[in-house]
């Protein structure tokens, strides 16, 4: 099951902003009078009032008139907040073409959070043909302005590219204006600077303070990178404690990643109480948002059981939601299911296809399981050189079995030239990556001195490691070296031993041998 341990940027300002305004220290028959008087300002904060249900009954209708007023007497702040009435279609029909035409008078009238948002409709092309150049003209006015927001999507088009040309340092630079504005998407997209060193040198403390900040600010994801580098110990000293309770704000905050990492940390008990039904909650969560891994997490729990009743016609169910939405682990794990025929019909050829998706989606595993039906034509016509190209797919992306399977292919010589040297590196790779049939391939190679100059002793290190990694053949071929002493000192009562484990791991030879030597034979 993955962490999701991605760190997210740009977050699109697609929602126009209301104007902080604070009415509700002001009588409301005192604003009506103002107002019938033509006090444009009396009508704007009154229809705050009414659009917030701010000391009155909500009524965004009289809201709409009461915006109407302020902006036919030219008053640019009615005229933001009827254009957003319109954008959202609140107490008026949805309209985006009379909210850019309000936008459009609230920002010629010296508003400058009407420039952002009016930015933000050419930049989206919502009521207005998209103009990247006019969205960015209307940034630098609102940012000039002092608006937040208008910094904030100014330095997100130098960063991108869009309107202008890149310049992550002006990026930086807007960013910082953002911030020091007290906007959170501002701190969290600096923070995202300071850690990957763009457009600034690289400053993991830094990006700390900034995620701070903007988890402060009721951003979410500021939250869940924060978690992240409490997780890592990244910029901050290692916390596994205060990473839950940030993965939990955040989750909290509907980010679907701090929910699936949340409910990672309750699969394994990471600094929780293990909890795989409270895992089950936040995997649900998050897939319910729409988050793909959320759904592939959840699968895997109905699959195997786990925090909820076994279900592979669920897990396959959620899968196909996490396939649909691009993610490649779903895909991989529905070829599986197809291939297996677990919760639908076995299906080779359209296993082919989801290990296509996910191997295309740089899945190392859907490479290898690919390669695997290549290389013994199922679901797909037989072809050896395919199996090699995506062997080595999956191995050049620290699949180890696909190393393994490369590597005997080159010691063969099936469809590549025959290459001891390079099948000896091939088993090194998957070796070091942990994969326990690779140290016992290249225990061999060292027993046998192919490839690598022979080496009894290293031979017996490496079969050490494949049988504590569960392989049966290097227990075996471990039992040996004891039952004959190459490498090590003899030791017939290990080998035996050995030998056993070999047996228990469901090897013919092992048992064989275990019996030899329970009867006290050579």
């Not at 910082?176 to 007290?182: F, I, M, P, S, V």
């Not at 061999?444 to 290293?458: A, I, M, R």
């Not at 504590?468 to 227990?475: F, L, R, S």
């Amino acid at each position: 099951m993955n962490s999701i341990s991605k760190f997210l940027f740009f977050i699109a300002i697609g929602a126009l902003n209301l104007p902080v305004v604070h009415a509700q220290s002001v009588k409301e028959l005192e604003l009506k009078t103002r107002c019938a008087l033509k006090n444009t300002e009396a009508c704007n904060r009154l229809g705050v009032m009414y659009s917030e249900g701010m000391g009155v009954r909500q009524d965004k209708f009289e809201a709409v008139e009461l915006y109407t007023k302020a902006c036919d007497g030219r008053n640019a702040s009615g005229c933001l907040n009827l254009g957003v009435m319109y954008d959202k279609g609140e107490g008026v029909c949805q309209d985006k073409s009379k909210a850019f035409e309000f936008l459009t008078k609230a920002c010629d009238g010296g508003n400058a959070n009407g420039c952002s948002n009016l930015g933000v409709m050419y930049e989206d092309g919502e009521g207005v043909r998209q103009d990247k150049s006019k969205a960015f003209e209307l940034f630098t006015k609102a940012c000039n302005g002092e608006n937040a927001e208008g910094c904030f999507n100014l330095g997100a088009m130098y960063y991108n590219g869009e309107g202008v040309r890149q310049d992550k340092s002006k990026a930086f630079e807007l960013f910082t204006k953002a911030c020091d504005r007290r906007n959170a998407y501002g701190c969290f997209n600096l923070g995202v600077l300071y850690l990957n060193g763009e457009g600034v040198r690289q400053d993991k403390s830094k990006a700390v303070e900034m995620f701070t900040k903007a988890c402060g600010g009721g951003f979410a994801s500021g939250c869940f990178n924060l978690g992240l580098l409490y997780d890592k110990g990244e910029g901050v000293h290692l916390d596994k404690f205060k990473a839950v309770e940030l993965y939990t704000k955040a989750c909290d905050g509907r980010n679907a990643s701090g929910c699936v990492n949340l409910g990672v940390m309750y699969v394994t008990g990471a600094s929780v109480q293990q909890d795989k039904s409270k895992a089950v909650e936040m995997f649900t969560k998050a897939c319910g948002g729409g988050f793909a891994s959320g759904c592939v997490n959840l699968g895997a729990m109905y699959y195997n059981g786990e925090g909820v009743r076994q279900d592979k016609s669920k897990a396959f169910e959620l899968f196909t939601k996490a396939c649909d939405r691009r993610n490649a682990f779903g895909c991989f794990n529905l070829g599986v299911m197809y291939e297996k025929g677990e919760g639908v019909h076995l299906d080779k050829f359209k296993a082919v296809e989801l290990y296509t998706k996910a191997c295309d989606g740089r899945n190392a595993s859907g490479c290898f399981n690919l390669g695997l039906l290549y290389d013994k034509g199922e679901g797909v016509r037989l072809d050896k050189f395919k199996a090699v190209e995506l062997y080595t797919k999956a191995c050049d992306r620290r699949n180890a079995y696909g190393c393994v399977n490369l590597g005997v292919m080159y010691v063969t010589g099936a469809s590549v030239q025959q290459d001891k040297s390079k099948a000896f590196e091939l088993f090194t790779k998957a070796c070091n990556g942990g994969n326990a049939l690779g140290c016992n391939k290249l225990g061999v190679k060292y027993d046998n001195g192919e490839g690598v100059q022979l080496d009894k002793f290293k031979a017996v290190e490496l079969f050490t490691k494949a049988c504590n990694g569960e392989n049966a053949e290097g227990c075996f071929n471990l039992g040996v070296r004891y039952d004959n002493g190459e490498g090590v000192r003899q030791d017939r009562n290990h080998a035996m031993g050995l030998f056993g484990k070999t047996c228990d791991l469901r090897n013919e030879e092992g048992c064989k041998e275990y019996a030899r030597l329970k009867r006290g034979s050579r």
